[in-house]
């Protein structure tokens, strides 16, 4: 594959989640190409200091404006605003590239002389989240949908995080995209601490927002007062109504710790016997992370981690089962060890570097076909 000139467009680069960690990836994955990036900030050293002290490669970085929201009820709307002013940055820049790459949402209206390639986490701005019930909520996506769906639909091609979001892309967008699980370092939160080296703990990490349900957990935890709850989650707003019922509401038995330290969250998990899993998520790289901790997991019965996991994991759908199942994982060994056993058979296909090269192998395979 001959040099190529990559735009990445990231703009929203404000915190360290799961979309920053596939661009950091991709970036490396890509690095003897010439590469620059199109975001509202980067700091190398900081980086890569938050994803595992790895090298960050030398890029070009074109600066713009974070996503800033003003009115919650039109985030949407706003959102739209948003990408129609990237796009136009990048229309701008497209003549000195040969690709594009989008890593955190679709901005981007394709031209016939650049390819475009996207990353995508999951289509939130035009298809609802699992499980959004409300027929207000479905009105206003569906109005997003008509507006957006030509740009998805232009894309060159498509990656995606997991075959549950792979089937929710396809089944709606028409676009069959390759799944190319996102990089964990596995290396990172790897524990070979027994049984016996565990507390009676289950833990839970996830941004303190509604949809990740941390609220479930409470309830658990009434139910089993002998069992230690651990919270741990990206907060944006300490006066969040969500965050603060949480605080206000969890029994004894349970620890919120909110953006703390890896070396917090590491030994918290390395400490656990379980982890559960409380939302429909497309992924839930905290799942993977937490299973190289040696915590058995306990997902939830719809969403990308039971697709990826099957049999090598528990699972639950209702409430009394989730309690069921948490009480048995901290109290039986063997099913701990068979269950932890099950799930860590799956670490490989997750590791950085398999990323990484699975990134080179793509688009190397795509780009020869397409030139040709």
Known sequence: MHNLRILFVHPDLTYFGGAEKVLVHMIRALKEHDISLLSSWWDPPIIGKQFGEIEIPKIQWIKCQPFLLKYKRLRAFQWIKYSNDINKMVQDLKKDYDIIIETQQVYITPQSNVVLINYLHYPY???PPPEAGNLIIRLYYSIQRRILLKRFKRINLM???SPFTANIIRN?????????????????????????????KVINIG?????KRQIILLEIARLLPKIKFVLIGWLENR???????IINNKPENVEVLHNVPDDILVKELMTSKAYVHLCPEHFGISVIEAIAAGCAPIVYHLGGPIEILGNSTLSWSDTRELADLVDRLVNDELLWRNT????????FQFKSPIFEQRIRDIIKSYIEEDFD
């Open 207 to 211: 941004t303190f927002i509604p949809f």
């Open 172 to 200: 709606n967008l028409g676009t069959e995209p390759i799944v190319v699980y996102p990089p964990v370092d596995v290396q990172k939160f790897n524990s070979k601490k027994d049984w016996r080296e565990r507390e009676d």
């Open 159 to 161: 990656l995606t995080n």
């Open 340 to 347: 932890i056993k099950n799930a860590k058979s799956k670490l």
């Open 125 to 127: 701005l035009i298809i």
């Open 239 to 245: 006066d969040s109504k969500y965050f603060q019922n």
